[in-house]
């Protein structure tokens, strides 16, 4: 059986399609080409726990300040619109508190679920007193039917909850104890004062065929991965990281053969 397509071309997700390809222009991609150069040629094998582990020690809190950093500027680019009028996120936002008051959110953190179930208008109906609407109340409204919603929301879930949230561990430490994780870093610490250049991680001449390409990622994309853009890596910031990374690496690789894990 034959059937015919049609493609329509989507304008109502517009905004938030153009947020991420500035997220990826502005950081993503660098940090996804990093990654891939050294799997390519610094000995990365994501396969392995000890190298994913690593990658978070090293790298973690630089991927979340390049996060935040793009918030920051994000929050305070000016947006085009006539209901805008070229008013950065940071300014509608202050404008609306200063305007229409702060909004609380009295089921942040509720499951959707349970919101639906007690707030929706496929629920129970709710009795409120005169003004309230359910998404927020006045200081001086009367909370008595909203303590009597909360009681009851607790008591119909009690029955699903089974413990308190516990945080998701990271990737697991190939070390054995606290005492050889700690020596390692002292010995990467000392290594990184000392300037030491580890050999067969591709850092030193002649381990390279092509500088200019070595410093350079081709990031396939798309939906078929047909389209590519090249990313350079030659800014310094990136051959510190890649250096960083081959010396923790080869750290690692010395614990491992003194079997310490």
């Known amino acids: 059986m034959l059937c015919s397509h049609k493609y329509y071309r989507s304008t109502r997700n517009s905004r938030i399609e153009r947020l991420w390809v500035e997220v990826g222009t502005q950081f993503v991609r660098c940090w996804r080409a990093f990654f891939n150069h050294l799997e390519r040629l610094h000995s990365l094998d994501i396969e392995k726990t000890g190298h994913l582990w690593l990658l978070q020690n090293l790298f973690l809190d630089a991927i979340n300040d390049d996060c935040k950093t793009f918030c920051e500027e994000w929050n305070l680019h000016p947006i085009a619109g006539p209901s805008t009028n070229n008013k950065s996120p940071q300014d509608l936002r202050l404008i609306s508190q200063a305007t229409l008051g702060v909004y609380r959110d009295n089921c942040d953190g509720v499951h959707p679920d349970t919101i ?6 496929h629920g129970q109906e709710q009795t409120r007193c ?5 998404a927020g109340h006045p200081d001086d409204e009367d909370t008595n039917s909203e303590d009597q919603l909360i009681l009851q929301i607790e008591e119909d879930q009690e029955q699903n909850v089974r413990h308190a949230a516990i945080e998701v561990p990271g990737k697991k430490s190939p070390f054995v104890t606290q005492h050889d994780e700690n020596l390692f870093f002292l010995m990467l610490e000392q290594i990184v004062i000392e300037g030491i250049v580890p050999e067969g991680y591709g850092l030193l001449p002649g381990e390279q065929d092509d500088d200019d390409t070595a410093m350079a990622e081709v990031l396939q994309f798309g939906r078929h991965r047909t389209k590519s853009v090249v990313v350079s890596l030659r800014d310094a910031v990136w051959e510190a990281r890649a250096t960083l990374w081959c010396q923790a ?3 690692l ?4 053969t003194e079997g310490y894990f």
């Open 249 to 251: 690496l080869s750290a």
């Open 253 to 256: 690789s010395l614990f491992e």
């Open 130 to 134: 005169h003004g309230q609407t359910g």
């Open 116 to 121: 639906e179930r007690y707030y929706g208008t």
